[in-house]
């Protein structure tokens, strides 16, 4: 069992940044993939970003590339997403997730979810 934890949303103005962070319960952190994905109003979860166990590579949806950036610290079981530029289109409700798979852009291939945080974006 895996619990995940997210922090870091909150309003922001178009153009400004947020670091979410998702905090994970257990030894094993370092040995899954780990995504961020968002769920806006009246629409489906997205993928958003996804980083492998050690960080050697990244996958980023083409509407956050250039703008995200996702990292971990394995020894803090911590996963973040560095949100810059951001616009009224991020906001959305962000969840973290793991995944023992290599399907790590589709929300298939996760099975540990957190309660997500909120990110509102002023225009």
């Known amino acids: 069992q895996v619990q995940l934890v997210e922090s870091g949303g909150g309003l922001v103005q178009a153009g400004g940044s947020l670091r979410l962070s998702c905090a994970a319960s257990g030894r094993a952190f370092s040995t899954y993939a780990m995504g961020w994905f968002r769920q806006a109003p009246e629409k489906e979860r997205e993928f958003v970003a996804a980083?492998?166990?050690?960080?050697?590579?990244?996958y980023y949806a083409d509407s956050v590339k250039g703008r995200f950036t996702i990292f971990r610290d394995n020894a803090k079981n911590t996963v973040y997403l560095q949100m810059n530029s951001l616009k009224s289109e991020d906001t959305a409700v962000y969840y973290c997730?793991?995944?023992?798979?290599?399907?790590?852009?589709?929300?298939?291939?996760?099975?540990?979810w957190g309660q997500g945080t909120q990110v509102t974006v002023s225009s």
């Open positions: 980083i492998v166990w050690n960080s050697r590579n990244t």
């Open positions: 997730a793991t995944s023992r798979t290599s399907r790590i852009m589709d929300m298939g291939g996760y099975d540990y």
